[in-house]
Structure formats: C-alpha cells, structure tokens
C-alpha cells in the first residue's frame, strides 16, 4: 500500500475512534469510495464525501465526523455505502 493510503487509512480510523468513543456502539460499518456510513445505537451516522448526496442528509456537503443520518432508536439493522 502506498504511504498516502496508509496516511488516510489512519485518518480514517482516528476519526472512527474518536466520533464513537462516547458511549455509542457502531454495530455494522460499510464504506464507499470516498465515504463510510455506520449503524449506531438503532440510527446511522455518514462521513466523508457528501457531493452527490453519499451522506443522506439532502445535501451536498462533505462531513469529515459522523453525521447523524437516521435517528438512533429507528431500529435500522444494516447499512450499505456504494
């Protein structure tokens, strides 16, 4: 793996650690090209390239954290980034 990948591999996992070290649990976790959606607590939370809508959150931004998607507690099981 070249080093540019290993540098955003560990971005990615610091930022995993630290968005979901409070207390939520991240049950299921699928990534896409430039984004990640995780099922936590019952709802999902996206981060990464929003540009054409990837973060479902009705608009086109990107979100270097988690952003809350669907409400916790909506019982959500899986999720799929492609």
């Known amino acids: 793996m ?10 990615i996992g610091t930022l ?14 699928s990534a896409g090209a430039n984004h990640s959606c995780a099922v936590v607590n019952g709802g999902v939370k996206c981060w990464g390239n929003g540009f054409n809508g990837q973060l479902g959150n009705n608009n086109a931004n990107q979100s270097p954290v988690p952003i809350q ?14």
């Open 16 to 29: 995993f650690i630290a968005a979901f070290a409070t207390g939520s649990h991240a049950s299921i976790v």
């Open 69 to 82: 998607t669907i409400a916790a507690g909506s019982n959500v099981t899986a999720v799929a980034a492609g």
């Open 2 to 11: 070249h080093t540019m990948g290993k540098s955003l591999l560990a971005t």
